[in-house]
């Protein structure tokens, strides 16, 4: 037994009276028989029967009146064929209750429900189903991955985010979990007397600190290396405005070049043969070419030197030094090599002298070394200009003829005082460096 | 406590406009008997002469209005559906967006076009566009999309009043949908503001249209999970509201932008780029778009048709994924 | 198009005044009641909730079938409009092929449910696909009349809308562009007394949309679009001359829309009841029964057995449409662009 129900006879409609029951329980129906007529508001019709089949019973007596939608009168279909004959297309209403095409006037509606889900699988966006589908957060570990919000919390608020631990996706640290530790500092330190306090200068602290959040911590007193070197960067950073940039050099041939090198040259000259080396014999060419980025500031005037003097960023336990290669520019790889790997040891052996930290013109920092492969370094005041190495990282590239390849991508960045110079300075320094990097082997 | 639809709110506000201010006239596609969706029902009789039926023809209907307003009246065109405003296309952007630019100030064109757009009404490729990608994109015009009744009240008003030609979108699948008590509505608003119309912390949700009703009740839902919506209605596209979208990408780090219309080229792609630009450093996450599939708009069959739309589930779906990066 | 068998072998000799046989006198009155019975039943299965839209040619049934039975099936070209059901039969269109179409089946061969009903397309029977932005169409008609004409090839197009879109832009650059080209394109104007709710003098100054030709240069005609006999009896030398090289002609079929402008409109809002009461009268179906009845040309029961045919035809198509699939609603991802070859 299927029921007819009241359909929607015109715009507007939202009820119908039956007038008059033109078929009677019994009668053999066909497809598209009067079944009745029906009154509304707008217009009188008779209700074609949807089904074939015999007439059930009347549900709604004549002059009554109800709701579209209502149950009018049943049919017997189990005799025909109908069986094959769909239900009501009630599929119509679920795609939002628009009944009718585009200028269909529906009856005032209630406010919108939630609609019944298509299934889950359609969830995802559908502009990732018309393109390769957007790539999910990879659930790998993703502690020491962070987001330049995250980045800037940490930077204002003197937060070393090893120690910070996230609950983002494969564990990245978020923006609220900073949050979170910031506030429960505030938190503490309002409610503790003064401690011994750090050299660098916190940024503005944060809002309000929300009660609760404890952990114990302990007060960090620094050396007189770290005050120097705090100093030194607060320095460089209040006083030069820095902008940055980045270019990524194929360096698969200088890779290879070492690697053949490698062991002859640790047998003849007594020190490994890294990268640096390469490295910085380029920077010193490119220098040549752009020396605006070979300068330092004494006071209020820029001094552009005609002797390259590269700085060579070195991490030693007892905190960041920057040793010098005076002349770099003669020296040759190899020359280079075994200087900075003198520099180095007696770095880490704190038997540098004054005239190995004075005097440098330009920074190379080897951040590689760390694993990094995009950094922000500070420039080296009164320095113009820092570069970075960072890590060699086997990549999927595009090469000729829009093949791919694996190479050894290499990120070189720069950050540079915008007072003495302009991208296209730094650009085209770094573009030269690339083009020779890439040149190598 | 006066209760009313997106469309009441708009023969309401014709009808007021009419009445106080004899410059104004309106002229478009069947609008003498009330206009396909009733937009002026009843109007043409309380004013008469002052509704005007066009020949079937959008070029003609906007040129008509161009030439009046340059004579000092205040023509308020409708083009039958938005899907159909492209043959008038040049009109709006060669002529109306650059009157008072190339004449210097000199004269200009306060004129406004309404339209019906969007989807969910069964109308396929022709019936269903959104449009205002390529209308936001002219100086010179100005493009609002309202949500809620009564902006639509206040939007109307400030477009009519506006020295300046104004594309009006009105969202027909809101017509009879969307309802709101008038009285103790927000304050009115003008052309060029944003709104929030939800207060959070977890992430923000940036829409417009009925994509901005889907967001709320999305925002809903999460709130019983423990996810808190920001929800920014953006009611302007052409100004727009800079600062409360900075404010409000700033506020969370978070950002999905969810509109109906499709993906590549799609408005959102603005408001990513503004937020990428000058907040980067506030960011806890990529900014999400939400929008249509690449295709030429949405197909007739009610199945394809859901496929196709953005809705509260996938809204959702896509802030569940977004609050948990 | 092909006529169920019937009882008697058709004679396929011209009948004199008609200009058209036995066979094609059968074929258009089966066409003209098919288009007309299969709204009806489109119409009830809108009000039943199982198609949400429906837009039909009631009352230009004869303007339709007429003109289209003058073209040549399989080389002549038509750009039909939304109410043209009636043309797409006569070129070949069965009735189930109409129900998938109003039911946007996945196997619709005109759109495969990605446009709205009514929106015609078929490669195979050169019928031109158009979308719901009137007129567009007639400029694409001319540019094929354009092509064919470079060929050599002696096809003719024909493009129908209705006097709405004689307003519009492409009307005039259509119109413009044939004449100047003289292409064999036979504009068609279906003018059924409404565009929508504004009658003709809201629509154009003049009276009839066929005194603009001499404006453009071309030839044109006024006929009783009720008459299907006469429509076929005006448009069939046109096309004829077109395909000689005499250029385009624009043809205006004085018709009357009996039904509303589609199921989302209230007619009673704007049309008199006077005026479709006395249209109704001259229902183009009636008008042709009664002349061949009264000719003699078919008996009665002719008649009868062709109308209980196409009901039969008509019912089968609607059962067998709403059993057939659906598109997958991934669907609509697919043929953005044409894959190369």
Wanted: glycine content about 8%; aromatic content about 6%; overall charge negative.
């Amino acid at each position: 037994m299927t029921s007819v129900t009241m359909p929607q006879l015109g715009e507007s409609v939202t009820e119908g009276t039956i007038l008059k029951w033109l078929k009677q329980p019994g009668d053999r129906i066909a497809l598209d028989d009067s079944l009745c007529e029906i009154e509304t508001e707008k217009v009188t019709a008779e209700l074609p029967s949807p089904f074939e089949g015999t007439m059930g019973a009347i549900l709604v007596p004549e002059g009554e009146t109800v709701d579209v939608g209502a149950p009018l009168c049943e049919v017997d279909v189990s005799a025909a064929v109908p069986a094959a004959v769909p239900a009501q297309n009630g599929a119509v209403a679920a795609a939002g209750s628009w009944s009718g095409g585009p200028m269909a006037i529906p009856p005032d509606e209630a406010p919108a429900q939630p609609e019944p889900a298509l299934p889950a699988a359609r969830a995802a966006s559908p502009a990732s189903a018309a393109r390769a589908p957007a790539s999910q957060s990879r659930p790998e570990a993703r502690e020491r991955f962070y987001s330049p919000a995250v980045m800037r919390l940490a930077h204002e608020h003197a937060i070393d985010l090893v120690n910070v631990s996230g609950t983002g996706i494969g564990g990245r640290v978020t923006r609220k979990d900073v949050e979170r530790l910031i506030n429960a500092r505030t938190a503490k330190a309002a409610a503790t007397p003064a401690q011994p306090e750090s050299a660098i200068e916190a940024a503005p602290a944060a809002p309000a600190a929300r009660p609760g959040g404890s952990g114990a911590y302990v007060t960090v007193t620094l050396s007189p290396t770290r005050r120097t070197i705090a100093e030194n960067l607060k320095r460089s950073n209040l006083e030069a405005p820095q902008a940055w940039t980045m270019v990524e050099a194929d360096v698969t041939g200088l890779v290879a070049l070492r690697e053949r090198e490698k062991a002859r040259f640790q047998l003849q000259e007594g020190v490994e043969l890294t990268l640096l080396p390469y490295f910085t014999a380029a920077v010193c060419e490119t220098l040549r070419d752009f020396p605006n980025l070979n300068a330092r500031w004494e006071g209020e005037e820029l001094r552009q030197y005609d002797s390259i003097d590269i700085g060579i960023a070195v991490a030693s336990e007892n905190g960041l030094v920057v040793p010098v290669l005076h002349g770099a520019a003669d020296l040759s790889v190899a020359g280079l090599a075994k200087r900075i790997a003198d520099l180095v040891q007696r770095a880490h052996a704190r038997k540098l002298r004054i005239e190995d930290i004075e005097g440098g013109t330009f920074t190379v920092n080897n951040t590689g070394s760390f694993g990094s492969i995009a950094s922000k370094p500070i420039v080296n005041y009164p320095q113009v200009a820092i570069v970075t190495m960072e890590r060699a990282v086997k990549r999927p590239v595009v090469v000729a003829n829009d093949a791919i390849a694996v190479r050894s991508m290499m990120n070189v960045c720069l950050s540079f005082d915008h007072r003495a110079m302009d991208g296209l300075d730094a650009g085209g320094f770094l573009a030269a460096l690339k083009r020779r990097l890439e040149a190598i082997g | 406590m006066v209760v009313s639809t997106v469309l009441e709110a708009v023969r309401s506000t014709l009808d007021e406009a009419l009445g106080a201010d004899d410059s104004i006239f309106i002229i478009g596609e069947d609008v003498e008997a009330g206009g396909v969706f009733r937009a002026t029902e009843g109007l043409n009789a309380k004013y008469p002469g002052r509704l005007i039926d066009s020949p079937l023809a959008e070029s003609s209907i906007i040129g008509i209005s161009i030439g009046a307003a340059h004579y000092g009246m205040r023509p308020v065109a409708e083009i039958q559906f938005a899907d159909f405003i492209h043959s008038g296309f040049d009109q709006l952007c060669s002529e109306a967006s650059r009157w008072c630019y190339r004449t210097s100030g000199s004269a200009n064109l306060p004129m406004v076009v309404r339209t019906p757009w969007g989807g969910g009404v069964h109308g396929g490729q022709h019936h269903s566009q959104s449009i205002e990608a390529y209308y936001a994109h002219m100086p010179g015009l100005k493009v609002v999309a309202p949500a809620f009744p009564a902006d639509y009240r206040s939007l109307l008003k400030a477009a009519i009043a506006d020295p300046n030609p104004v594309l009006f979108l009105e969202h027909k699948r809101t017509y009879r949908l969307i309802r709101q008590e008038m009285d103790g509505a927000p304050a009115e608003t003008r052309i060029g503001r944003a709104r929030v119309t939800r207060q959070g912390t977890d992430l923000t949700i940036i829409a417009y249209g009925l994509m901005l009703h889907e967001s709320l009740a999305a925002a809903e839902e999460l709130a019983k999970e423990g996810i808190d919506c920001l929800v920014v209605d953006l009611l302007s596209l052409l100004p727009l509201d800079v600062g409360t979208i900075l404010e409000s990408a700033r506020a969370t780090g978070k950002v999905l932008v969810v509109h109906e219309d499709t993906l590549t080229g799609g408005f959102g792609g603005e408001i990513v780029a503004i937020i990428a630009e000058h907040a980067f450093e506030h960011l806890d996450a990529p900014i999400r778009r939400l929008a249509g599939p690449d295709i030429p708009s949405m197909p007739y069959h009610h199945a394809m048709e859901s496929f196709f739309m953005p809705d509260r589930t996938k809204i959702a779906a896509a802030a569940r994924e977004l609050a948990a990066y | 198009m092909t006529v169920a068998k019937t009882r008697r072998v058709r004679s396929q000799q011209p009948i004199e005044d008609y200009l058209l046989s036995e066979q094609q006198l059968e074929e258009m009155y089966y066409a003209m009641l098919l288009a007309r019975r299969l709204n009806e039943r489109m119409l009830a299965l809108n009000r039943q909730g199982r198609a949400p839209f429906l837009i039909a040619g009631a009352g230009q049934e004869a303007a339709q079938v007429g003109a289209a039975m003058a073209l040549t099936r399989g080389t002549d070209f038509l750009a039909p409009y939304y109410r043209d059901l009636g043309m797409n039969l006569v070129l070949g269109m069965t009735a189930r092929e109409a129900m998938l179409n109003l039911l946007a089946k996945r196997d619709d061969p005109n759109s495969h449910g990605r446009q709205m009903p009514s929106h015609w397309g078929n490669s195979e029977r050169r019928i031109v696909t158009g979308s719901s932005v009137v007129t567009t169409q007639l400029l694409h008609a001319a540019g094929i009349g354009l092509a064919a004409k470079l060929r050599g090839d002696p096809i003719v197009v024909m493009a129908c809308c209705g006097e709405g879109s004689t307003s519009k832009g492409d009307f005039h650059e259509a119109l413009n562009f044939a004449a100047i080209h003289r292409l064999p394109v036979i504009f068609f104007v279906e003018n059924n007394g409404y565009a929508i709710s504004e009658s003709n003098e809201k629509e154009m100054a003049v009276a009839n949309v066929a005194d603009r030709a001499r404006g453009y240069g071309i030839q044109s005609a006024v006929v009783d679009g009720m008459d299907c006999i006469a429509v076929y009896q005006n448009v069939r030398p046109a096309v004829d001359q077109a395909r000689r090289g005499g250029g385009p002609y624009l043809i205006e079929a004085k018709c009357y829309r009996l039904w509303a402008h589609s199921s989302d409109d209230d007619d009673s809002r704007y049309r008199p009841k006077a005026e479709l009461e006395e249209w109704t009268k001259k229902d183009p179906l009636k008008l042709f029964r009664d002349r061949v009845e009264a000719d003699g040309i078919f008996p009665r029961d002719d008649l009868d057995e062709i109308e209980r045919r196409v009901e039969e035809e008509v019912r089968d198509a609607a059962q067998w449409a709403l059993m057939q699939p659906d598109p997958n609603p991934e669907d609509a991802l697919g043929f953005v662009y044409k894959e190369a070859e």
